[in-house]
């Protein structure tokens, strides 16, 4: 059995996953991942929309002000 996956919306930014994942292309291509990875390996996708390197995030989210909005994880609706 694969290891868990733990996405992880940060605050005001990108949804960080952490563990292997693959991601592809509504085509179905796989989507390169070189280069994206931080130190511990996680991947950041962009939830503001304004990357310009979709579906990873670019820090756009700090030039444009990005702030999470009441109701996602940064609600801290945590059990
Ligand atoms: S969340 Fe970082 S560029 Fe969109």
């Not at 304004?50 to 996602?72: L, M, W």
Request: net charge negative; hydrophobic share 30%; glycine share 12%.
């Amino acid at each position: 059995m694969a290891d868990t996956v733990h996405v992880t919306a940060t605050a005001d930014g990108p949804y960080m996953i952490a563990g292997r994942v693959e991601l592809r292309w509504p085509s179905g291509h796989v989507i390169s991942q070189e280069g994206e990875a931080d130190g511990s390996g996680a991947i950041y996708l962009c939830r503001c929309g304004h990357s310009q390197n979709k579906p990873f995030c670019d820090n756009s989210h700090k030039r444009v002000g990005f702030k999470s909005t009441e109701g996602d994880a940064t609600a801290h609706r945590e059990p």
